[in-house]
């Protein structure tokens, strides 16, 4: 996570799996036994960050020269097009590899986690299995708009990946939170809401993984 203050000063963590934020009351500190390495305060709320594995303080162009940030893809979140994401997607270096593992890879493109990986290869309609050079142009093309749509879609709803009036329906029948989140991820062995067929769910690259064999094919 980078964070920008006033005067051109950034501050850069790296949380791994363990680090954690805490948002509370200014003055307050929760019961932990995480060891707390950065603390941002106003007159009403603290920003806690605790067990980050890495703590950096930069300035401007600094942040281009950190040997992590400087190898990160184009941020999802950001102003990336689909146009720049189907060229990053189809480039040499990237395109002889499974998109199950582009979308764990930070250098391909940076923000995307094991959820968004599932359901933006559901929305796409692409086997994680497959490879950019084994694609045509409109499956490039639907890849590229699914990953702006699923991931800025995510963002606006605090990890909401199904579609609006989906969800509304769902709540009106009485689904709970769970039931109303995602497509196809944390959903094996559920009925797929496209077709119908049953949800798989795989191991790819390490992580865990969900689709659609119907919908995917």
């Not at 106003?42 to 190898?71: C, F, N, R």
């Not at 109303?180 to 865990?208: D, E, L, P, Q, W």
Request: glycine share 8%.
């Amino acid at each position: 996570m980078v964070i920008g203050f006033e005067g051109d000063t950034y501050l850069y963590s790296h949380s791994q799996l363990y680090g954690k934020w805490y948002i509370k009351p200014a003055g307050e500190y929760p019961k932990t036994n995480r060891q707390l390495r950065a603390e941002l305060q106003t007159d009403q709320k603290s920003a806690l960050l605790y067990s980050a594995s890495e703590i950096v303080v930069m300035e401007g162009d600094s942040l281009k020269e950190h040997p992590y940030l400087a190898k990160l893809g184009p941020d999802i979140l950001w102003t990336i097009t689909p146009e720049e994401i189907a060229a990053q997607t189809i480039s040499k270096k990237f395109s002889g590899r499974s998109f199950a593992a582009l979308l764990l890879d930070q250098h391909f493109l940076s923000g995307v986690g094991n959820y968004l990986r599932s359901e933006i290869l559901f929305d796409a309609g692409i086997h994680p299995s497959n490879r950019p050079k084994d694609l045509d142009e409109e499956q490039i093309q639907r890849f590229s708009k699914s990953v702006l749509k699923i991931a800025h879609r995510a963002y606006e709803t605090g990890g909401i990946t199904l579609d609006e009036k989906r969800v509304h329906e769902l709540k009106r029948n009485g689904e709970k939170s769970s039931g109303y989140r995602h497509y196809v991820f944390a959903r094996a062995n559920k009925n797929c809401r496209r077709c119908g067929n049953t949800i798989k769910k795989i191991s790819m690259s390490g992580r865990r993984l969900y689709l659609c064999e119907e919908c995917q094919a």
